[in-house]
Nanobody, 131 residues
Framework: QVQLVESGGGLVQTGGSLRLSCVLSGLFLDDYVIGWFRQVPGKEREGVSFMSSPDGSTYYAPSVKGRFTISSDNAKKTAYLQMNRLKPEDTAVYYC????????????????????????WGKGTLVTVSS
């Protein structure tokens, strides 16, 4: 059974940093596209950053490029999102999601992948950035 569990959210001041973690079980991280999404009440879930283990590609939304870094430790089956220079508008629930590359790449040949395209989801972790 595939399971994704996020952690690392919390309250931070503007300009601060947080590192989110996503532990993935029941799958081989090497075969998956990992995406970090975020959502605020009343708004659609948006893709923040993606990493494709099989081909090494990455993607960052323009709003976070240069501030966030996605990475993974495949041996630990853990994906990370390092978030620096945080802003109040980064406040959201952050979700980790996974898409099997070998089937998903036919539907989505390039990053980013829309939320409805992801195969598996975590339950999210709340990030609050105070001004």
């Amino acid at each position: 059974q595939v399971q994704l569990v996020e952690s690392g959210g919390g309250l931070v001041q503007t300009g601060g940093s947080l590192r989110l973690s996503c532990v993935l079980s029941g799958l081989f991280l090497d075969d998956y596209v990992i995406g970090w999404f975020r959502q605020v009440p009343g708004k659609e879930r948006e893709g923040v950053s993606f990493m494709s283990s099989p081909d090494g590609s990455t993607y960052y939304a323009p709003s976070v490029k240069g501030r966030f870094t996605i990475s993974s430790d495949n041996a630990k089956k853990t994906a990370y999102l390092q978030m620096n220079r945080l802003k109040p508008e980064d406040t959201a629930v952050y979700y980790c999601a996974a898409l099997l590359f070998w089937t998903g790449s036919y539907r989505y040949p390039s990053l980013p992948v829309p939320p409805e395209g992801m195969d598996h989801w975590g339950k999210g972790t709340l990030v609050t950035v105070s001004s």
